[in-house]
Structure formats: structure tokens, C-alpha cells
């Protein structure tokens, strides 16, 4: 009853928002967070955009682009995002939500927008159940698309093919026929489908899986892990990480001055804060990516400099909450109205080329997964700076470097 | 592998321990729970990272400037929020957490929620029986150890030491027998926190610094303290060690359960509570008074 007025409210006072030719966006992110502050920084560089060409053309007249900042807080609370999401539609009166993060508050904040029927691009969590809501309850969930990253199972098929790559580099240099891997793995439910994954592809890809460790994601102190994975003679450490716990590995490999290198999934390796974070010492960390100075699509190179420009640092992934307006604005010009319905139906036979991807999508509303159009790239940390090193048929690639042996 | 989990553990337990002397002194002696003992561990690391890295001070003055300011906020707090509500052990558990959620929404506020890294006082690193150990965490298990002499020696060989025991024991008789037990709670507080702001000099460089970085040592440090026994600082730095080894041993053993070693340890904790109430040491402590 009380959700039913509130969604009455809300349809009646989005329309009004409508009416004076305004389209408001909220950006939800943890705003205190690298994460939320990148998602706001894309979404700003859109907005600016589009406003200073006049704005959204709707059925030939001039809609502006207004943002609501949605402190999610969903790093500390998943309560907290959800009421976020509240607040935005029923306080705000926003039109449509943009970002998330964390993949546990995100399948909730994902429950409270399509209560209210609110088209919900996701920018920045991995896990498949988003998209499997879409495919098993279409009429309830089709206003979810899933913009950035592509879905968890999918990471995975890119994070085995730079491993691949990185196995015949190990095998050429190190003389070895199976290369040793240890899985480094931080307790969450988004690992869970990766750690299945790399135990079943690994030794069928000639690497021998020494063991799977798996510390809190918020653990300051990874000594024990490291020292048992050094003694397993472990030559790549397979990281899928998400939490702080990433600057430790980082970091306390360095100390350790270990052989191993590390390729996987380090989020806090793709800011580019971690090098001071880890004190300098994360020489050689690798990690998947989506930005960098390389000519992934033909607008990657003009967005990495710009947001370089105006906020003296290089675009994490959230930042494709600027891909994910772009998206919306083509959708909205096309199809001449701002009914969520159509806009759907519009995303869903389109493809876009944005900055991170070139994205269209499948029945799951999850990016269509290839090399080269959505399976980001790989970078590796080399003296401060994040070097991008895969796919190599992308200009600008440099080598991946090993530890001395 | 048993090389590993004695070196290990072993130097783990140095961090635990150099964090746990503090702590053991302001709740186990002076029995003044100051939740907020870890906070100003957090803010030494804040006020360490902001001189070192941003002001780019040398790491002595910068650790001087740290330990001092972060022992004479210390004072400023314990003379405006513990010391009126001293008497009632709730409340000062109360104002303590409460102050110790400002410190951490102030941090939050000023820094942001990003990992900040502080660099190594000491670089490099030495292999024993086969295992790496970087010098720093050398030079937190040496630090440890004099802080531990020092607070000793503070505790039974001078009249502060002597009147800190005596007020924790009876407060009222050390009144009665003229003592400013307010100024010696004072002084204990300030030498606790000075141990806090130590670790956090100390230790802060082999962690990531961030505005939650209190929460986990203050639960370890609680079950260090009980574990230990309550005052007893021989009980708490043997409680540190093992943890460190318990922590260690949980990592090589169940290697998948990593993220349990914390769990594994506060568990064996309720386990001696259970069999001994008093903690490991609790009898020595009370012949000790």
C-alpha cells in the first residue's frame, strides 16, 4: 500500500521534472570512495557535455541534463545504498539511476528501482545474478543494463586469456612446461564464480594450481599468505581482489621481494593512488583494467586526456557512468521520448561505441562479451606507472615484464 | 612450512604485541576502558603520513611531532569527555566510542575513504630459515620490546608507576591517602596513548592507512588483553604472540579459510575464558597488586 503511493508519488513528480525540460540523473556511487568519485567525475564530464551542446534533443525540443549526487555509502552499508536509492527517487525525483558498485548492494538497490520501474545502468558491479533477474523476470527487471564491467563469468574469460599469454611468456623464459599458480582470492560472494572458474580452466590450460588462499577483503596483513604461497613455488599469483586488501598484496610482495607475479582482478591496482598506497613497493602488479592512453575504441585516447585534464588523475572503470549518459542520450534522441519502455527496447538492438567499450547487449542486458569491444584491458604497475600490455592487436601495448628471477 | 609459521607468527605477534602494551596498561591496569585507544593509534598514522609524505619532514620529526601531538590531544580529551564521567565505567565506554566514531568521521571527512600508504623507515628485508622478513617488521618487534621494558619500568620502578597501581587498585584509598588520583589518571591515559601513537608510527608503514583502520586491532587487542589476563603486561605480550602464531598456523593449515584466522583466534579466546575466567595470567596480576 505504502509502496504503491510512493510509486504513484514518484511517476507524478517525475513527469513534473520532465515538464520543465530537465532530465535528472542520478549518479549512485560510495561518494567518500575512489569508486563513487569516479563514477561522479564521467558523469559530470557527460553532463558538461551535453549541456554545452544544448542538451538531450526530445521530439525536437532542448532537454538539460541535471545530476543528483546518491551517496551510496555501500562499501560500509548495504542498508545505506538502498535508502540512497530511496531517496533519490522519492525525495530527488530523479528519472533514471546510473552506477552502484558493490555487487551485494547493487542486487539490492537493484530491487528498490525496479519496484518503482526506474531504468537502473549499472556502472561498476560484476555479478552474473543482475543479469540472470533480466533473463528468468523480463516484465520486472528489464530496466536494469549492466554498462560496466562486463558480467563475472565473462571477466573471467578475458582474465584466462591474458593468463594464457602470460603462462607462454613464463614457460618461454622460465623453461617450464607447467607453470605453477597460486589463487589469491578475497572472501565475497562476486569471487565465488572466478575461484570455480580458474580451479576447472587452469589445469586444462597446462598450470598447475598450487592452492587457493583466501584472506578478508579488508585484511591489512597478508604475510602468512604470501610466505605459504612462496614456499609453494608459486610463479603467477592469481589475484581477485576488490577490497584494500589489493595494496597489501601489492605491496607486501614488494617487501618480500617474491619471484611470482601478480595478474588477476586488483581494483584498488587500477587507481592510480595505488602505487603511493602501496608505498611504492607493487613493482610488476598486474591487473585488468578499462582505461589507458591506448586506441581501444576511437574515443578512448580523447576521454583518458580530458579527464587527465580537468582531475589531474586517469579514469578508473566507474567512470563509465559517462558511457552509460552517452548511452542514454542516444536512446532518448532516437526514440524522440523519454518513456523508459522504449528507451529499453532501444538499448537493446543498438550498439554504441563509448569510451571503455563498444557495447551492445545480450537478453540478460549484460554487455556482449569480445576481445577487443568489451573485455577491457590488462595493465601491469612498472616503476609508478600503469603500463598497458594486452590485447596486443590494440595500438599502443607495451611488454609485460617478470620479476628477476 | 614450520619454519614459516615459527618466523611468521613470531613477527606478527611483534606487531600484535607493540599494539597490545597501550592498550594493556589503560584497560588492564588503570581499568579505564578507552575504546578509543586504537583511534588515536589511527590518527598517529594520519598525523605520521600528513607530516612525512605531504609536509615532507624527516621520519624523526615527523614521528616526534606525531606522538606528541596525538598524546597531547590525548589529555585535551580524556579532561573534557573521560575524566567527568570517570566514575561510571558505562559511560566512559560510551563517550570513548563516541569519540572514537568523530575521530574516524573527521579522518573520513578530511582524507576521504582512499588507502594511503606510508613508506618503510627501514627498507630491505633479511631471509631466515627461509623466510622473508622485511627490516620494518624487524624494527616493530625491537620497538615492541623497549616499549615493553619502558612501561615496566615506568609501572615498578618509579612513584608514577607505583601511583597509577595504587589508584587502579583502590581509587578511593589512593584519594584518601593524597593522592590527585585525576592527574595520575591523566598520566595514564597520556602514556597510553603515547604507546598508541608509537604503534602508529611504527606499525602504520607495513599497513594501508584509512579512516576504519581502528576497528580490527581494537577487537584483537581486547582479545589480546583478556586473553592475556586483565593488567598483566607479561599476559598480554604472551596473548600477542599468540595470536600471531594462532593467525599463522590458521593461514598454512586451512589456506582457504584465511579470512577465518581472525574468528579462529577470538574463538580460542572464549575457549580459555571458559576454562579460565581470569585470563592466562589474571592470578600473577592480582599477586602482582
Known amino acids: 500500500m505504502i509502496r504503491t503511493a510512493l510509486l504513484a508519488t514518484a511517476l507524478v513528480v517525475s513527469s513534473t521534472a520532465l515538464a520543465q525540460n530537465t532530465l535528472k540523473i542520478a549518479i549512485l556511487g560510495p561518494m567518500a570512495f575512489v569508486q563513487g568519485e569516479h563514477h561522479w567525475n564521467g558523469a559530470e564530464m557527460a553532463r558538461d557535455e551535453i549541456n554545452k551542446a544544448g542538451g538531450i534533443t526530445v521530439g525536437g525540443k532542448k532537454m538539460q541534463v541535471e545530476l543528483v549526487r546518491g551517496d551510496t555509502n555501500e562499501i560500509q552499508s548495504v542498508p545505506d545504498a538502498t535508502n540512497a536509492v530511496e531517496r533519490v527517487i522519492t525525495r530527488d525525483k530523479v528519472d533514471v539511476l546510473i552506477g552502484g558498485f558493490r555487487s551485494e548492494a547493487v542486487l539490492a538497490m537493484q530491487e528498490v528501482a525496479m519496484d518503482y520501474k526506474k531504468l537502473f545502468l549499472g556502472v561498476g558491479a560484476a555479478h552474473s545474478k543482475l543479469g540472470l533477474n533480466v533473463e528468468q523476470n523480463y516484465d520486472r527487471y528489464k530496466y536494469w543494463f549492466r554498462v560496466a564491467p562486463t558480467k563475472d563469468v565473462d571477466l573471467a574469460r578475458t582474465l584466462f586469456a591474458v593468463m594464457n599469454s602470460i603462462g607462454d611468456q613464463i614457460r618461454k623464459d622460465l623453461k617450464t612446461d607447467a607453470p605453477k599458480v ?18 576447472k580452466n587452469l589445469p586444462a590450460m597446462k598450470m598447475e594450481v598450487v592452492g587457493l588462499w583466501q584472506p578478508s577483503a579488508v585484511a591489512t ?5 604470501l610466505s605459504a604461497i612462496d614456499r609453494s613455488g608459486a610463479q603467477i599469483v592469481f589475484t581477485i581482489l576488490s577490497g584494500p586488501v589489493g595494496i597489501s ?14 595478474w588477476g582482478i586488483n581494483v584498488e591496482g587500477q587507481k592510480e593512488e595505488f602505487w603511493q598506497a602501496a608505498a611504492g613497493k607493487a613493482q610488476f602488479v598486474s591487473t585488468l583494467d578499462t582505461y589507458a592512453e591506448v586506441e581501444y575504441t576511437p574515443k578512448t585516447v580523447p576521454f583518458v586526456r580530458a579527464y587527465r585534464a580537468r582531475f589531474k588523475k586517469a579514469p578508473t572503470y566507474t567512470a563509465a557512468t559517462y558511457d552509460a549518459i552517452m548511452i542514454l542520450k542516444d536512446a532518448i534522441e532516437k526514440e524522440g521520448t523519454t518513456n523508459p519502455d522504449k528507451i529499453v527496447a532501444h538499448i537493446e538492438k543498438s550498439e554504441h561505441v563509448g569510451t571503455g567499450a563498444v557495447a551492445t547487449f545480450d537478453k540478460r542486458h549484460d554487455l556482449v562479451w569480445a576481445v577487443g569491444k568489451t573485455s577491457g584491458i590488462a595493465v601491469q604497475w612498472q616503476d609508478g606507472k600503469k603500463v598497458p600490455f594486452w590485447p596486443p592487436q590494440v595500438k599502443g601495448m607495451q611488454p609485460f615484464k617478470m620479476p628477476a628471477q | 612450512m614450520l619454519q614459516d609459521i615459527l618466523v611468521t607468527g613470531l613477527v606478527n605477534g611483534g606487531v600484535y604485541a607493540l599494539l597490545a602494551i597501550g592498550f594493556s596498561l589503560i584497560f588492564g591496569v588503570a581499568r579505564i576502558v578507552n575504546i ?3 583511534a588515536f593509534y589511527m590518527l598517529a598514522a594520519y598525523c605520521f603520513y600528513t607530516l612525512l609524505v605531504k609536509v615532507q619532514l624527516g621520519f624523526v620529526t615527523a614521528a616526534l611531532i606525531s606522538v606528541g601531538g596525538v598524546t597531547a590531544l590525548s589529555v585535551l580529551c580524556y579532561r573534557l569527555v573521560i575524566e567527568p564521567v570517570r566514575e561510571h565505567e558505562a559511560a566512559v565506554l560510551i563517550a570513548t566510542i563516541a569519540l572514537a566514531l568523530v575521530f574516524q568521521e573527521l579522518m573520513l571527512f578530511s582524507f576521504g575513504g582512499h588507502y594511503l600508504g606510508i613508506p618503510s623507515t627501514l627498507e630491505g628485508g633479511v ?4 623466510v622473508s622478513i622485511p627490516y620494518q617488521r624487524m624494527l616493530i618487534l625491537a620497538v615492541a620490546a623497549a616499549m615493553l621494558i619502558v612501561v615496566w619500568y615506568v609501572l615498578y620502578r618509579t612513584r608514577v608507576g607505583l601511583a597509577i597501581r595504587a589508584t587502579a587498585n583502590d581509587l578511593e584509598v589512593a584519594n584518601l591517602m593524597g593522592m590527585n588520583v585525576h592527574r595520575v589518571a591523566m598520566i595514564t591515559v597520556a602514556l597510553s596513548v603515547s604507546l598508541a601513537a608509537v604503534a602508529g608510527v611504527v606499525v602504520a608503514p ?3 592507512v584509512d579512516p576504519f583502520m581502528w576497528l580490527a586491532p581494537l577487537v584483537t587487542m581486547l582479545a589480546i588483553v583478556v586473553l592475556g589476563g586483565l593488567g598483566s603486561m607479561k599476559g598480554s605480550l604472551i596473548g600477542a604472540i599468540a595470536i600471531g602464531y594462532i593467525e599463522a598456523i590458521t593461514v598454512f593449515v586451512l589456506p582457504a579459510g584465511a579470512y577465518l584466522k581472525g574468528a579462529v583466534a577470538l574463538a580460542i579466546m572464549v575457549a580459555v575464558l571458559l576454562v579460565r575466567p581470569e585470563g592466562l595470567f589474571g592470578v600473577v596480576f592480582e599477586e602482582e597488586r
Open chain 2, 127 to 130: 631471509r631466515f630459515l627461509g
Open chain 1, 221 to 225: 596483513d597478508v604475510t602468512a599468505e
Open chain 2, 206 to 208: 607495513v599497513f594501508v
Open chain 1, 249 to 262: 598484496v601489492g605491496r607486501q610482495m614488494g617487501e618480500r621481494n617474491m619471484k611470482a607475479v601478480a
Open chain 1, 182 to 199: 597460486a589463487i589469491l582470492a578475497e572472501k565475497a560472494v562476486w569471487t565465488e564464480g572466478l575461484i570455480a572458474a580458474a580451479q
Open chain 2, 36 to 38: 578509543a585507544h586504537t
